[in-house]
Structure formats: C-alpha cells, structure tokens
C-alpha cells in the first residue's frame, strides 16, 4: 500500500495500513516475503491525518500465508471504494460471502496476529487468531456503538490453483471488517442526520417543527454525500426510531440512475427519488427535503445549500434552501440565547450578554431570582429566557417564576435529603418548556418532570440504570436526556430516550428508556452539558489520568484532538447548543469562559452554577 503525502511533503503513517511497505515517491515497495506477523501499533500514527489517502495493492503470486494476511488486514484500512483489492486476498466463495457493509469493529490499537498452527491443518490450510481489545462496533446502520471487551477472532487460508503454480487465500474470516482506532478516525467521519421529532416531543405550538440529530459514520472519502443521503433515506437508526419519524415514507430510495450525488456549480443538489417519495404533498416535500438540507449542513464537505427534490421521471418535487429551511424545522432551540447566567456570591442569579466582550460586569436578572428573597444553590433559565426555576441553598426546595416581575411564590417541589449534595440537583428545561430535575434523597431518590414547571410533579420511570442520578441535562429536541449516574465512587454519563403516552388531558406517563455510555473512555465523569445538536461537552477523568475537559457525541465517540484547553479544578461546565456561543464554567479560579479561539477569561472571582437557557 502506498500513502498520499501532506501538504508540507512529509510522509503521514497509516498506522497498519503503513508496516508492510515503505513510502515511495514513485509509489510502494513490494510486499514483503518473510518475517513475523507482529502487532501494528496504529497509535504512532500523527494526528494530522485529513489529507492521507491510502491505497491497496494486491497480493504478490509467491505471497505466504502470513503475507495473505497482513495484506489482506492492511487493504481493509485503504480508500478503496468496494474494497475491491481486499477481496483478491480471498478465494471466490469468500469473497462472494464476505459483506464488508455487515459492520466495522473498531480496536484499540488494530488487529494482533498470531499463527495458531505452524504447519498444515488436516485440510491442507492455515489459521491465524486476530486479537485485541475492542472500543466499539459500527452497525449496518452506520451506527457507532460503544462495545469495550476482548476482541478474538480467526482467519483460515487454503492453497489453490494461480497463474504460476498454487496461491494462498483466505476462505474464512469474520464478518465486517475490522480497524484500529486511528485508521478508523481517519477513514470515517461523523455526520448527523435529521427525523421529526414525534408529536408529545420537541417545542410546543407553532413555529419550525424539531428535528432531532441521529449520528452516524461514514468513510469520508468514498462518496460521502451519497451516502448520508441513502442512510437519511433508509431511516433513524434503531434507539432514536422510537421517538422519531421521517418524513420519507419506507421504500423511498433514490433513482436508480443516481448513482453518485453531487451538487452543482451554485451549489444545488438535485436528489432523484423513486418509490413512493416521488408521490407526496408540497408541504410533506418541503419537509424531506429540510431534513435532507439539515443532514448535509453536518457534512463538512457537502457545500450543498439548496436542495431540490424530483421524481424519477426527472419532474420536480419542491426546492428548498438555507434561507427557509429553518422556518420548516429546527434541529436545536429556535431561540439563541441572548444571555449567560450564573449564581452570585450573594446567592441571586445574575446574567451577561451572549456576546460581551472580557470587561462585561454581571448584572441581577429582573425578578424575585435576581433579589435576596431566597438564596439559591442552582438556577436553569427556560429556553425563552422568560422564566427560570431555583433550587435553594439547602437543595430541599424547587421554585419557578418571571425573569420579567413578580414575586416568589411557593415551592413547586421539595425534597427530604438531609443535606444539599442529596437534595434536588440542578432543574433543566426542555424545548417544550418543560422542567426535569433529579431529587437525590438516599432513602427515595427520583426522577421528576413537570408540565411547564407547575404544578403536580410526575415521577419519570427510568428503565436499565444502573445507580442514583446525580445531575439531569435535556436536549433541546426534547427526545434525549443526559443523566450523570452514581454507583459507589464512581458516576458515569448515560443517555437516555424520552418516551411519553397518554392522552390529551391525561396524566402522561414519561420513561426514559436504554440509556446508554457517552463517555465510555472517562472512568469518572463529573460535569457535562449539551453542546449541540448531538453533542455534549464533559469534565472528567480516563484511568489513572488527571481531570480533562473534552466534546463527546452522544453516541458514545469522541474524535481525536476533542479536548480542551486545561483549566484546574472544574466543578461545573455550561455550553450553549448554539456552537458559537463561548463555553461556561465554574473553576478554582471563579465563573470563567472560553470564546472561540481565545483562552479561558474570567467572568467573576465568587459564583456557582452557570447555565445557558436549557
């Protein structure tokens, strides 16, 4: 195999990809014909990998069977398209059998081979364990899923019939392929794509519908656009199908003559659909193609900003572009946040400008949270900036009222725990202006919701977890829920859905159902906020490692390079889920924040728990 160079013509490693044969400027050096097969360490690859391309090359027709494998291993990390070099390392049966679309294991640090016999089986061929320790699979639906254990699995070769004389090839292997995690970085990129958000979720009234991020993986140099789009079109992956729909009815595939999409020279990307997607309503029309414009916008290198929508005979649909698309849907709360918020040394909640320059001096909200009328411990301010909800000082009391007047009335909710870190934990409003908040009582701890933040309180049936809730943060969507989880010393990040029944004037019944690990990396996670779409940012530690603040998709990823610049002994984090808006946080040295591209500023020496609207 041989690698593009970058940009400053240094050779890039490709971690396995790379061992076999020396980078050449005229290409690469024949595969070698002796020597052990050996584990390739794919972490010394640099991370500056966007501009590596790597390319397979076929086996050599005097290859052994340690060749075979090695090669064969090292093709699966190419940018071949239908990895059509790697199949010539398998016998035809093989090949005709092996679905590399079935699913890709991801590996700490790629495959180990070890030969299990040295000579000949009872049939003439050969068998080698593939080993290492598995980070995660991505399913058939592009879907990464955090799967950490022992990974084992075996290759068989057998001898037949080549051009000079007999070749090994492999004729049993495991399905999928499998990857280390740098040349997986490397190969795929996240995107997210968009489904409607079931009626009884997202923002309530009028306005854009929500529209909730599904992330999933794709190679990003093999006709990435193409296919997100089919993956838009096959669905919602499988845990967000629940709570979602889309607006493309099942069996709508695009034309069979659009082979690859691509968007034209004013950025227009014609889809041509056939099934039943080419037999819809205007309205129904407009809103497939926002979810298609949405899903693209989250591909780095689409550039699409105007999509049209035509039927296989090639008569059009509808149109849409960036300037509509967010009257149709949103896929985060339609309202930016005009201001930061934060708790004061005198216990009130305070406010800055969204965008303030460094010397921008806090100043008490409007309200009965912005005077001294009860000392409060934590604040969430809802996704209009209207109203916000308290917790006081002691955690045994919930109150909601006016950012604009008013007065404070009585506690909506209250809980027993004997003292503040067991008592109600920071509220979080959803973008149907709902309320969420944990009471962490030992003896009686739960999970609350609350319709608009009044009234009676509805306990939220919690299935699979595992521990005590310690913090609760809702998407805007209103679909996913953050949860930090305590068991013993350790808390964890875990993702649940949001699941409602009932009927109109009913009691609802609210679940959150499989949560999932989102930081499955961190061994204790102790803050974290949502950060965007499908995005959270999280403050915690790895095994044996010192605090690190870094992003995490809500899948369980995170992308090499996602950490933060270093800040000592962060208590409490706060991001806005509009991306430009500055993180928050609450450190040893105060309330600071961290602009983009800048370094972490201090707002105020004295303050606790600083939120975004949400």
């Not at 310690?470 to 993702?495: F, H, M, N, P, Y």
């Not at 859905?497 to 009913?506: L, T």
Request: overall charge neutral; aromatic content about 4%.
């Amino acid at each position: 195999m041989h690698a593009e160079r970058n940009g400053r013509g240094r050779p890039l490693r490709a971690g396995l990809a790379l061992t076999a044969c020396a980078v050449l400027l005229a290409g690469c050096a024949s595969m070698p014909d002796g020597g052990n097969l050996k584990k390739v360490d794919a972490s010394q690859r640099p991370d500056s990998q966007s501009q590596v391309r790597v390319y397979a090359i076929p086996p050599s027709e005097n290859a052994r069977a340690v060749d075979i494998v090695q090669g064969f291993l090292e093709a699966l990390t190419s940018d071949d398209p239908d990895f059509t070099i790697a199949r010539k390392y398998l016998t035809k049966d093989a090949s005709a059998a092996w679905d590399p679309e079935h699913s890709t294991t991801v590996l700490a640090d790629g495959p180990n081979t070890v030969a299990d016999n040295l000579g000949n089986d009872s049939g003439g061929g050969r068998t080698y364990s593939l080993t290492g320790r598995q980070v995660a699979t991505v399913n058939k639906q592009h879907a990464y899923v955090p799967d950490e254990k022992s990974y084992a699995q075996t290759v068989h070769l057998s001898q037949q019939s080549g051009q000079n004389g007999r070749v090994w090839r492999i004729d049993r292997l495991p399905k999928g392929i499998v990857l280390g995690e740098s040349d997986f970085e490397r190969n795929y990129e996240a995107v997210n794509k968009y489904y409607f958000a079931e009626p009884g979720a997202g923002t309530r009234g009028g306005g854009p519908k929500a529209l909730v991020a599904d992330p999933i993986y794709v190679r990003q140099r093999i006709d990435p656009l193409t296919e997100t789009v089919k993956s838009l079109l096959d669905g919602p992956t499988h845990w967000l199908e629940p709570v979602v729909n889309s607006r493309f009815d099942t069996g709508t595939r695009l034309a069979p003559d659009a082979k690859s999409l691509a968007p034209d020279d004013k950025n227009k990307l014609v889809v041509p659909l056939s099934g039943r997607g080419g037999r819809v309503g205007q309205e129904r029309c407009t809103e497939m193609a926002a979810q298609l414009l949405f899903t693209l916008q989250d591909l780095t290198s689409s550039g699409v900003e105007q999509v049209e929508l035509r039927r296989e005979g090639g008569s059009q649909l509808c149109v849409l572009g960036k300037d509509r698309a967010e009257t149709v849907a949103s896929p985060r709360s339609t309202n930016r946040p005009s201001y930061q918020y934060f708790v004061d040394d005198k216990q009130r909640l305070v406010r800055m400008p969204g965008n303030a320059g460094s010397n921008a001096k806090p100043e008490p909200v409007s309200g009965p949270f912005g005077q001294p009328e009860e000392e409060l411990q934590s604040v969430a301010v809802s996704r209009n900036e209207v109203r916000a909800a308290g917790v006081s000082a002691d955690g045994h009391r919930l109150y909601t009222a006016s950012l604009v007047g008013g007065s404070l009335g009585g506690p909506e909710l209250r809980s027993r725990g004997k003292t503040p870190d067991q008592g109600l934990s920071t509220p979080s409003w959803d973008g149907r202006g709902d309320l969420w908040v944990a009471d962490r009582d030992r003896k009686r701890p739960r999970l609350l919701w609350l319709d608009q933040g009044t009234g009676e309180p509805v306990q939220v049936r919690v299935s699979g977890l595992d521990g005590r809730i310690e913090a609760v943060r809702v998407s805007a969507d209103g679909v996913r829920i953050a949860l930090l989880v305590k068991k013993g010393d350790k808390t964890s990040l875990r993702i649940g859905r949001v699941e409602r029944s009932g009927g109109k004037g009913e009691q609802p019944e609210i679940s959150v159902v499989e949560p999932r690990a989102a930081a499955p990396q961190m061994e204790e996670v102790t803050a974290m906020s949502w950060a965007g779409p499908s995005r959270l940012v999280v403050v915690g530690r790895e095994s044996g490692g010192v605090q690190q603040m870094r992003y995490v998709q809500c899948d369980g990823s995170a992308r090499a390079g996602a950490t933060l610049p270093g800040l000592t002994g962060v208590k409490e984090i706060a991001a806005s889920e509009d991306e430009t808006q500055p993180l928050l946080a609450h450190s040893d040295d105060g309330i600071v924040r961290l602009p983009s591209g800048a370094q972490w500023q201090t707002v105020g020496k004295d303050g606790t728990g600083p939120v975004y609207p949400g």
